[in-house]
């Protein structure tokens, strides 16, 4: 069992919401990507998506990969790290993260059901895309 130590705790949300910046610019670069095709770039939102993207790819190839590829492996590390160390240093949390694994593994073993279950996720998420397409015009 490991020790709390207070200063951890008080590292935790900082970390966090560093894990939040560090992510937040390729989350922008890839929303603007995705929002600027869902109509043509001379409207709006489009427009304004458009120049997000176009803004990034005028940046120096190595800040480039830096904001898209390099601050979100920064993320996912210190958000791993994050939850790595709040399960461990929890006794409860870790209990129910035990309970909730044991109560999933009957589910995640059927697997029929967990395809149908991505399916269906993928589906909707096409459709939905489609809609607003739609919409959109």
């Known amino acids: 069992m490991h020790q709390n130590h207070p200063r951890s705790y008080e590292l935790r949300p900082l970390a966090a919401v560093a894990a939040l910046v560090l992510i937040a610019p390729a989350a922008l670069f890839f929303g603007a990507a995705i929002?600027?095709?869902?109509?043509?770039v001379e409207h709006q939102p489009a427009r304004a998506l458009n120049a997000i993207v176009e803004g990034y790819l005028a940046l120096p190839p190595a800040v480039g990969v830096g904001l898209v590829i390099v601050a979100p492996a920064a993320a996912l590390l210190l958000a791993a790290f994050v939850v790595w160390r709040t399960v461990a240093t929890d006794?409860?949390?870790a209990g129910d993260v035990d309970r909730l694994g044991v109560a999933l593994a009957p589910i995640l073993r059927r697997r029929t059901l967990l395809l149908s279950v991505i399916v269906c996720c993928g589906a909707a998420g096409i459709l939905l895309f489609l809609a607003v397409h739609a919409v959109v015009g």
């Open 35 to 40: 929002g600027r095709q869902l109509q043509p």
């Open 91 to 93: 006794p409860a949390l």
